[in-house]
């Protein structure tokens, strides 16, 4: 599975950003991946920010995002989407794209994602 990740940026506090996974694989149980977006601060560990199960759309949102981020899906594209509102400097961090199924991990290239005034 090889995952692209796109749509980082400089934004400032409280605008929208939306954050794309593109997957490509020659596996045809893609559709039974769990697909995430985690994310590494400086000097922090990674961390899971949403999740979202491929074949029925369940989705898990980390507590301190809940209500602002939201992590979506287009099976037909194989994209997986994160779309960020009122962006806060703590979310400033190199985001991740991870596709998992039965143990195996898959990671994307990070996009960086800064928030500043």
């Known amino acids: 599975v090889q995952l692209q990740a796109s749509g980082g940026g400089l934004v400032q506090p409280g605008d929208s950003l939306t954050l794309s996974c593109a997957a490509s694989?020659?596996?045809?149980?893609?559709?039974?991946?769990?697909i995430g977006w985690f994310r590494q601060a400086p000097g922090k560990k990674r961390e899971g920010v949403a999740i979202?199960?491929?074949?029925?759309?369940?989705?898990y949102h980390l507590e301190s995002v809940k209500g602002r981020f939201t992590i979506s899906r287009d099976n037909a594209r194989k994209t997986v989407y994160l779309q960020m509102n009122s962006l806060k400097p703590e979310d400033t961090a190199v985001y991740y794209c991870?596709?998992?199924?039965?143990?195996?991990?898959?990671w994307g290239r990070g996009t960086l994602v800064t928030v500043s005034s």
């Open positions: 694989s020659s596996d045809p149980t893609l559709n039974y991946y769990a």
């Open positions: 979202i199960r491929k074949w029925d759309g369940h989705t």
């Open positions: 991870n596709a998992e199924r039965n143990g195996n991990n898959y």
